[in-house]
């Protein structure tokens, strides 16, 4: 069974983790309700535009990594969202 869930980023500048689910893979996809860009990262507590990586609304990508923990999120706006999906 597949685990999903979403992520808000409350306040611009200000990093969000990932949530505590371990695996290899994930599904990550901006919310086609955005309005701009969420930067994603492995980068503890200081992903931005300068080291992140873009995806605006509807755009995906799939990344491995142990835990989903161990990414970091920030937009461009508050209140963007990020929606994940565990494949493995």
Known sequence: MALSGQITIAATGTAQ???DVPGTLFALKAHPDNTDTVWVG???GDVSSSNGYPLNSGESVVVQVAN??????????NGEKICWLALN
Do not use: P
Request: cysteine-free.
């Open 42 to 44: 492995e980068v503890s």
């Open 17 to 19: 983790q990932g949530s």
């Open 68 to 77: 989903l923990n161990h990414l970091w999120f920030d937009a461009d706006v």
